[in-house]
């Protein structure tokens, strides 16, 4: 019974390069959120997808950043020309029938150098 | 605009037990999380309320007070593993529908001491 993964758990971009960051969410879970924390801060809400649709991304810069849930495969999270700010562990969290419990992955903690 | 309060730091004896409070300002309310988190992981599920009162849940215990915007999560006979923070989450209710996004506080660091 796998768990939400999420890959690689640990990422270290040069500035200016492109971070991508990879969810699979627990099976049978549809609904993906990702979430960014930054060092001495909390969770802030970055996106919410469902298979091939963006729900909500109110959360998400509006530059550099992008987020899909393709029909086959994994949520990717791309960060684009990474700057130093970028750095942070990304959560993503998955949701089933239940109302409440969001099962998260294992984070990906990027660091730009 | 939404806003979570919750202290900082906090700090216990072993086998004692401990409050962390957490208070909440939104437009509206559609559920109230409690999360551990320990240092480099994800954070893991203790707790859900959505309506006033006590859930136990082992040595876990949550309080809600809608009418206050006040929560607080109970831990008893604490234990070194948990050393952690605690994050108060409150669902975003200006959503609704399926949306599940989340808003949190800061976190609370729990020190449990010998």
């Known amino acids: 019974n796998a768990g939400v993964m999420q890959n690689p758990r640990h990422l270290v971009r040069r500035r200016g390069q492109e971070a991508r960051l990879r969810c699979s969410p627990m099976k049978g879970h549809s609904h993906v959120y990702w979430y960014r924390q930054l060092p001495e801060e909390g969770l802030k809400f970055m996106v919410y997808?469902?298979?091939?649709?963006?729900?909500?991304e109110s959360g998400m810069p509006k530059e550099r950043f992008s987020a899909e849930f393709p029909k086959e495969g994994p949520s990717i999270l791309r960060i684009q020309q990474v700057v130093r700010g970028d750095s942070a562990a990304y959560f993503c969290a998955s949701y089933g029938t239940a109302p409440s419990e969001a099962f998260f992955g294992q984070g990906t903690r990027l660091t730009v150098v | 605009g939404q806003n979570i309060d919750q202290p900082t730091e906090m700090t216990a004896t072993e086998g004692a037990i401990v409050q962390i409070n957490c208070t909440y300002q939104t437009s509206g309310f559609n559920g109230l999380f409690w999360y551990q988190q320990h240092a480099g992981e994800a954070p893991t599920f203790l707790s859900y309320?959505?309506l006033d009162g006590l859930e136990e849940k082992g040595r876990f215990s949550s309080f809600l007070s809608r009418s206050k915007g006040y929560s607080y999560l109970l831990l008893k006979e604490l234990q070194m593993k948990d050393s952690a923070s605690y994050l108060c989450a409150v669902r975003d209710p200006a959503r609704g529908g399926n949306n599940r996004k989340l808003i949190w506080g800061l976190g609370t660091s729990l020190a449990v001491n010998p």
């Open positions: 997808l469902q298979k091939e649709n963006i729900i909500d």
């Open positions: 309320n959505v």
